[in-house]
């Protein structure tokens, strides 16, 4: 099984600066790597697909970057919509799909 | 629009069984794979089953054994079937679409139903 672990845990950020969140599997996944957004309250929503790929309708300031082990997700300029958990998943070695223990971006 | 609707939560014993229902709507139902992804309350997302558009499954290895997924795709409806249940399998229920059929990830969610499991 592929283990994906998420760094840090949880980030304060102030509204309008840049966040930057680390998410590492345990072995390569390639670029087989997804990133979803969560609210509370609601369902999580896809947000970045094969490691880079803006999925439909996700603002411009949402970029993922990496591959094999390594990978990030960068919020080029928070807004006040933006704070919430953030989880990566791995799709390249299943099953099981898994997927990491999230990232809080708090308001600072 | 794409729709995805939980149905059939709700509190049971250890040892019980529920079934869950996710009906759909807004897309060619058949031709996409569908999962069920749990949450424990105040936890992170743990993926648990898919089932392909043909009929193919696979399942985590928690609930292996005791979870069957299936789908009718004439009523565009999945289903979770899930047997002895156990305290740990408390959690929402959501179902979810997949990307294409078979890529495993997930581009839209419902909203999900409760299951809790408590005496």
């Given at each position: 099984e592929i283990v994906v672990t998420q760094s840090p845990a949880a980030l304060s950020v102030s509204p309008g600066e840049r966040a930057t969140l680390s998410c590492r599997a345990?072995?390569?996944?390639?670029?087989n790597l997804a990133w979803y957004q969560q609210k509370p309250g609601q369902p999580p929503r896809l947000?970045?697909?094969?490691?880079?790929t803006r999925a439909t309708g996700i603002p411009a300031r949402f970029s993922g970057s990496g591959s094999g082990t390594e990978f990030t997700l960068t919020i080029s300029s928070l807004q006040s919509e933006d704070f919430a958990v953030y989880y990566c998943q791995q799709?390249?070695?299943?099953?099981?799909v898994t997927f990491g223990g999230g990232t809080k971006v708090e308001i600072k | 629009e794409v729709q995805l609707v939980e149905s059939g939560g709700g509190l049971v014993q250890p040892g019980g069984s529920l079934r869950l229902s996710c009906a759909a709507s807004g897309f060619t139902f058949g031709s996409y794979a569908m999962s069920w992804v749990r949450q424990a309350p105040g936890k992170g997302l743990e993926w648990i089953s898919i089932i392909s558009g043909g009929g193919s499954t696979n399942y985590a290895g928690s609930v292996k054994g005791r979870f069957t997924i299936s789908r009718d795709n004439s009523e565009n409806t999945m289903y979770l079937q899930m047997n002895n249940?156990?305290?740990?399998?408390?959690a929402v229920y959501y179902c979810a679409k997949d990307w294409a059929n078979w890529n495993a990830y997930f581009d839209f969610w419902g909203l999900g139903t409760l299951v809790t499991v408590s005496s």
């Amino acid at each position: 099984e592929i283990v994906v672990t998420q760094s840090p845990a949880a980030l304060s950020v102030s509204p309008g600066e840049r966040a930057t969140l680390s998410c590492r599997a345990s072995q390569s996944v390639s670029t087989n790597l997804a990133w979803y957004q969560q609210k509370p309250g609601q369902p999580p929503r896809l947000l970045i697909y094969g490691a880079s790929t803006r999925a439909t309708g996700i603002p411009a300031r949402f970029s993922g970057s990496g591959s094999g082990t390594e990978f990030t997700l960068t919020i080029s300029s928070l807004q006040s919509e933006d704070f919430a958990v953030y989880y990566c998943q791995q799709y390249s070695n299943w099953p099981p799909v898994t997927f990491g223990g999230g990232t809080k971006v708090e308001i600072k | 629009e794409v729709q995805l609707v939980e149905s059939g939560g709700g509190l049971v014993q250890p040892g019980g069984s529920l079934r869950l229902s996710c009906a759909a709507s807004g897309f060619t139902f058949g031709s996409y794979a569908m999962s069920w992804v749990r949450q424990a309350p105040g936890k992170g997302l743990e993926w648990i089953s898919i089932i392909s558009g043909g009929g193919s499954t696979n399942y985590a290895g928690s609930v292996k054994g005791r979870f069957t997924i299936s789908r009718d795709n004439s009523e565009n409806t999945m289903y979770l079937q899930m047997n002895n249940l156990r305290v740990e399998d408390t959690a929402v229920y959501y179902c979810a679409k997949d990307w294409a059929n078979w890529n495993a990830y997930f581009d839209f969610w419902g909203l999900g139903t409760l299951v809790t499991v408590s005496s």
